[in-house]
C-alpha cells in the first residue's frame, strides 16, 4: 500500500453544511496508526492525540483499529492491487504507533481490507454503545478512512470527518475525500470546532460541578455558555438547576452588583 508523506488541509472550501458532534452519542474512530503508515501518520500525530484527548475529557468513546493480513486467504483484492506490499500481522509495521495516545485498556477492531465495518465486529459494537454519530480520523485519508466513513453513513450513522487528524500520500487525494465527504457522506471538523462542540456541557459543567463538591456556592450563567447542540445546552441548565447551581444572567448579575 502507498505510504508516503502526509497531506492535511483546510476544508473551509469544501464545506456545504455545518453541524457539531453531539458528545452523548458520538464515538472516536481512530483509523490505522500504524507502523507502516508512520511517514504520512507522524506530522499529524499531534492532531490525532489531541482528537483523542478531547473526546476522553468528554467522555467520548475511542476505538482504534489496525489493519493486518494473517494468510493469503484475507487478501481480497489488496494483493493483486498494492502488488503484495500488505500489512502482514506479528510484524514490527503492524504494529500500531507507541506515539499513540492510546491506553491499555482500549479496544482495537481489526481489519483486513479498507472499511472498518467489513469483516468486523465494529457495528454491533457501536450500536451496543449506543452511538448515533462516529468521529473519523486516521489514515489513508482517500482510502481507509473515507470507505469507513461511507460505510458508516450508510449504515445509518451520522458521520464526522476529520480534516486535520487526517493524512494520506498526495495533496489532491486528500482533498478530493474531503470534497466528497461533504457532499455526500460527512460534516467536516477539526480539533478546533471539536474542541467547540462539548465545551458548556464538558468544561462548564464539569467545573460547575467540581466546585459544589468543594463546598463553594455556584452560579452558572446561561447566556454566555454555548456547546454542540440545544438540547445538549438545556440538559446542563437543568442538570444544574436541579442539583449543583444557581442559574444566572446579565441582567440579573447586573442586579446583583448593582449599588
Known amino acids: 500500500m502507498a505510504t508516503k508523506s502526509l497531506t492535511s488541509s483546510s476544508y473551509n472550501k469544501f464545506e456545504i453544511r455545518k453541524r457539531n458532534p453531539n458528545p452523548k452519542s ?24 489531541a482528537t483523542i484527548d478531547l473526546c476522553r475529557h468528554a467522555s467520548i468513546p475511542v476505538i482504534f483499529t489496525r489493519h493486518c493480513h494473517k494468510s493469503p486467504a484475507d487478501y481480497g483484492m489488496l494483493a493483486e492491487w498494492w502488488d503484495g506490499d500488505l500489512v502482514f500481522d506479528g510484524t514490527p509495521a503492524a504494529e500500531l504507533m507507541p506515539e499513540l495516545a492510546r491506553r491499555p485498556e482500549d479496544e482495537v477492531v481489526e481489519k483486513r481490507t479498507y472499511g472498518a465495518f467489513t469483516g468486523t465486529h465494529l457495528e454491533e459494537r457501536l450500536r451496543e454503545l449506543g452511538a448515533e454519530e462516529v468521529i473519523v480520523c486516521g489514515v489513508m485519508t482517500n482510502l481507509c478512512c473515507e470507505t469507513t466513513a461511507r460505510e458508516a453513513f450508510v449504515k445509518g450513522f451520522r458521520v464526522f470527518f476529520s480534516a486535520d487528524a487526517t493524512a494520506t500520500a498526495e495533496a489532491e487525494l ?56 440545544v438540547e445538549l445546552h438545556d440538559a446542563t441548565l437543568k442538570n444544574m438547576a436541579y442539583g449543583f447551581a444557581y442559574l444566572e444572567d446579565c441582567d440579573r448579575l447586573r442586579d446583583a452588583f448593582s449599588v
Do not use: W
Not at 34 to 40: G, L, R, T, V
Not at 209 to 226: S, Y
Open 26 to 49: 458520538s464515538v472516536l474512530l481512530v483509523i490505522d496508526m500504524q507502523n507502516y503508515f508512520s511517514s504520512m501518520a507522524k506530522p499529524i500525530l499531534p492532531a490525532i492525540n
Open 174 to 229: 486528500h482533498d478530493a475525500t474531503l470534497k466528497n465527504m461533504a457532499y455526500g457522506f460527512a460534516y467536516l471538523v477539526d480539533c478546533d470546532r471539536l474542541r467547540d462542540a462539548v465545551m458548556t456541557n464538558l468544561f462548564c459543567e464539569t467545573t460547575a460541578r467540581e466546585a459544589f463538591v468543594k463546598g463553594f456556592r455556584a452560579f452558572f450563567l446561561v447566556v454566555t455558555t454555548a456547546t454542540a447542540a
